[in-house]
């Protein structure tokens, strides 16, 4: 089974404060997503990576930014956090392009609260 | 630009009612479709997919979707709900043009009363 983990599933941080969420996936797949989960919204893709060292932004990359050094782990940081950053954060990765089978696996979220 | 729109934003019914939720999409191109599925303190999981051939298409726990692609629908399906399915869902689309980005509705909360 795919598993894709993510470093903390609960963060409290002050606002202007440097955010680091990191996402693992064992499952060897190029494409790695940041998602933000917020009610009545959906998901809203912050930033993706098809490959080690590329990323694409998504709708919402504003105020985040993204690292990609090895191909099972993806960081999102928030250079300076602000309470409008308070969300779920979902970390999702999927195969780059196989027919049928480039369905997304999600980690467990991570509900970050900034003050 | 590709939306997904999820008519029903709660839906609240009893046990053993059947169940449709409505998904449209809009994009010109070829497209795969999922519905994912995601139970109260739990990660978002995928119930079904479509990607082509059958129009009709079965995932778990007794869900099915039906793409209509002259409507631009991918309307979820269940005949007879139970109360373990309790959560929130979500459609999404992709094209096939090797994006890789992914459009998800904005979920729809189902309530199922014992």
């Known amino acids: 089974d795919v598993k894709v983990t993510q470093s903390s599933r609960y963060l409290v941080k002050r606002t202007g404060e440097k955010v680091f969420l990191e996402c693992v996936q064992d499952?060897?797949?190029?494409?790695m997503f940041w998602y933000r989960q917020d009610p009545g919204l959906g998901l809203r893709l912050i930033y993706f990576?098809?490959?080690?060292?590329?990323?694409e932004k998504g709708d919402i990359p504003e105020g985040y930014s993204v690292s990609r050094e090895k191909k099972e782990r993806f960081s999102l940081i928030l250079e300076s956090a602000s309470t409008n950053q308070t969300s779920m954060y979902l970390c999702?990765?999927?195969?780059?392009?196989?027919?049928?089978?480039?369905?997304?696996?999600f980690g467990p979220g991570t509900r970050l609260t900034v003050l | 630009a590709q939306s997904v729109s999820q008519h029903n934003h709660h839906v609240i019914l009893s046990e053993a009612a059947s169940l449709e939720l409505g998904c449209n999409y809009s994009?010109?191109?070829?497209?795969?479709l999922f519905w994912y599925v995601q139970y109260p303190g739990q990660h978002l999981q995928l119930l079904l997919k479509?990607?082509?051939?059958?129009?009709l298409v079965k995932g778990i726990k007794g869900f099915e979707a039906e793409f209509i692609k002259s409507k631009f629908s991918f309307n979820l399906r269940k005949p007879s709900v139970q109360w373990s399915d309790t959560a929130e869902y979500f459609c999404?689309?992709?094209?096939?043009?090797?994006?890789?980005?992914?459009?998800f509705g904005t979920g729809t909360r189902l309530k199922v009363l014992a």
């Open positions: 999702a990765s999927s195969l780059l392009w196989v027919v049928g089978k480039n369905e997304q696996f």
């Open positions: 499952m060897d797949h190029e494409n």
């Open positions: 990576s098809y490959d080690v060292k590329m990323k």
């Open positions: 994009y010109g191109g070829t497209v795969n």
């Open positions: 479509y990607f082509s051939g059958d129009p």
């Open positions: 999404a689309v992709t094209d096939t043009s090797g994006t890789y980005k992914y459009i």
